[in-house]
């Protein structure tokens, strides 16, 4: 039996997934504990940044492209208190976003994967989180799969945009 999933567009739909999983593999119980122990983390960042300040994130995937609106990691940069740079441009899901729009919006933080070079052209070399030195690297495989970890790089997120909120 294959089963494809559904891409996810919301930290809903990972929750989902995850207890689809489970109920694939014969172990229903453990992903429902596993996806409440995932949406109780989510809550408590979303709590601990509530008031705060909300810094422009770029998240540099790879090949120009970003993530948009309608994409969980666009949930998850927003769930820890920073605005995405990329739905403000109008990007919804995963495409390109022009060096013009990135040196307009002026990210104050970029996200790369781990091992990734940081895009050198004007636009990147440019912006304050380059001037600052507020680059964030993120195991891939935590925040590009849809599941359980990625409150890994929503917690590194939180504790670095508003490291006293979220200590």
Do not use: C, W
Request: charge should be negative; glycine fraction near 8%; proline fraction near 5%.
């Amino acid at each position: 039996t294959v089963y494809r999933y559904e891409p996810a567009t919301s930290l809903e739909d990972v929750y989902a997934k995850t207890e689809l999983t489970g109920r694939l593999v014969g172990a229903f119980e453990t992903a429902a504990n596993v996806s409440a122990e995932m949406n109780g983390t989510v809550s408590a960042v979303q709590a601990a940044v509530a008031d705060e300040e909300r810094p422009r994130v770029y998240y540099a995937l790879g090949g120009g492209y970003t993530a948009g609106a309608n994409t969980f990691i666009t949930e998850l940069l927003e769930t820890a208190g920073g605005r995405n740079i990329a739905v403000e441009a109008g990007i919804d899901g995963y495409k390109p976003l022009s060096n013009e729009e990135i040196a307009d919006r002026d990210p104050e933080f970029i996200v790369l994967n781990e091992g990734m070079s940081l895009p050198n052209n004007e636009a990147v070399n440019g912006t304050t989180a380059v001037e600052k030195d507020q680059i964030i690297r993120v195991d891939a495989n935590y925040l590009n799969q849809p599941g359980p970890r990625n409150v890994i790089p929503l917690k590194t997120f939180a504790q670095t945009f508003h490291p006293e909120a979220y200590a």
